[in-house]
């Protein structure tokens, strides 16, 4: 099995000895800490985000922490945050490990990142509204490179085989042929351009009446640095009906994407390659939401990184039985742990 952590720069190997893996108390506590959270229910609906933040406040406080460096905030009762500090220093820049303690509800297949509401007010609304999708359904926003992307598909091209590899190779120089062919795929298809997907229907009022009314929810995950906006007007255009009204549901708040700095992605690459010598480290554009925005627009470079590895044709992310390895998880913990200590330090 060919193995790839999907993180940052790819630059040369470092020469130290792998870190030895987690003790047998660590890995206990490890265990004993993400049973606790499992157990507390923090979904959107009717769990409480206070209660796991109060939980994790506490053994950082029976760990040495003093209650001054330790807070519970939220908006309200059920949405507190756990916000903790470790001093250093001082001779450094302040190293943020930000991470969510609320859990996705099984039901909820999709993030809502930029949605839109398409409705039709007409006798023939469901009809009008379906063709309209379908002309969505068959537009491909322009491919669009930044620099994250180009830099994975660059050195994802060494590691693929066949067309696939030439392909990734071509289409960081413009082939729109290559462009084509990858976007088949829509792992690669959402790194290369903007991408609008109907996510839910409903329409008509009685089982014996025309409709008269249709709606579509639209989600779009657009590429950092595009405007929203511009993605409205395409959709519009796209459609092609001034019947359909476009509204949105929640407007998004873009921020450009951070740059891949080696001060931040040098430690990243030194550390996989102690633990998995070999590991080719690759730059990947989330197309998922995160909190990262809030940084970003905040002038505070934002990187993910977990260590942790999965089969590629096996995502359970968010599903019903969302599920990782024991001992990828395990590992994980480690090479956070001493990634930590390298960016800290």
């Given at each position: 099995m060919k193995r790839l952590v999907i993180l940052c720069l790819l630059v040369a190997a470092s020469s130290a000895a792998a870190p030895p893996p987690l003790d047998?108390?660590?890995?206990?506590?490890?265990?004993?800490?993400?049973?606790?959270?499992?157990?507390?229910?923090?979904?959107?609906?009717?769990?409480?985000?206070?209660?796991?933040?109060?939980?994790?406040?506490?053994?950082?406080?029976?760990?040495?922490?003093?209650?001054?460096?330790?807070?519970?905030?939220?908006?309200?009762?059920?949405?507190?945050?756990?916000?903790?500090?470790?001093?250093?220093?001082?001779?450094?820049?302040?190293?943020?490990?930000?991470?969510?303690?609320?859990?996705?509800?099984?039901?909820?297949?999709?993030?809502?990142?930029?949605?839109?509401?398409?409705?039709?007010?007409?006798?023939?609304?469901?009809?009008?509204?379906?063709?309209?999708?379908?002309?969505?359904?068959?537009?491909?926003?322009?491919?669009?490179?930044?620099?994250v992307t180009r830099a994975y598909f660059e050195r994802m091209s060494s590691i693929e085989e066949g067309q696939?590899?030439?392909?990734?190779?071509?289409?960081?120089?413009?082939?729109?042929?290559?462009?084509?062919?990858?976007?088949?795929?829509?792992?690669?298809?959402?790194?290369?351009?903007?991408?609008?997907?109907a996510t839910r229907l409903e329409g008509g009022h009685a089982d014996n009446a025309l409709p008269q009314m249709a709606k579509a929810t639209v989600n779009c995950r657009v590429l950092p640095g595009q405007s929203a906006d511009a993605v409205r007007d395409t959709i519009a255009k796209v459609l092609n009906d001034p019947g359909i009204e476009i509204t949105w549901i929640d407007k998004p708040k873009p921020s450009a994407p951070s740059p891949l700095t080696p001060a931040v992605m040098k430690p990243i690459a030194d550390v996989t390659s102690e633990f998995w010598p070999g590991t080719p480290v690759l730059p990947l554009m989330s197309a998922g939401a995160s909190d990262g925005l809030y940084l970003r627009n905040a002038g505070i470079p934002t990187y993910g990184v977990s260590g942790l590895f999965g089969e590629l044709a096996d995502s359970r992310a968010h599903g019903r039985d969302e599920r990782v390895r024991i001992d990828s998880f395990y590992d994980s913990v480690q090479f956070l742990y001493v990634l930590a200590k390298r960016l800290s330090s």
């Open positions: 047998a108390k660590t890995r206990q506590l490890a265990f004993d800490i993400y049973k606790q959270l499992i157990e507390i229910n923090t979904t959107n609906s009717v769990g409480n985000n206070t209660t796991a933040a109060e939980a994790m406040a506490a053994r950082l406080k029976a760990a040495g922490f003093v209650s001054n460096d330790i807070q519970v905030l939220g908006p309200n009762p059920r949405k507190g945050n756990l916000v903790a500090r470790l001093h250093g220093t001082g001779k450094e820049k302040p190293l943020l490990l930000l991470a969510h303690l609320d859990v996705v509800e099984a039901r909820r297949e999709d993030w809502s990142m930029d949605p839109f509401v398409l409705t039709e007010k007409d006798g023939y609304a469901i009809y009008q509204l379906a063709n309209g999708l379908v002309r969505l359904e068959n537009y491909q926003f322009p491919v669009t490179l930044n620099e696939t590899a030439a392909d990734m190779k071509a289409v960081t120089t413009g082939d729109a042929a290559a462009a084509a062919r990858l976007s088949e795929t829509p792992a690669y298809n959402n790194q290369l351009r903007t991408t609008c997907v």
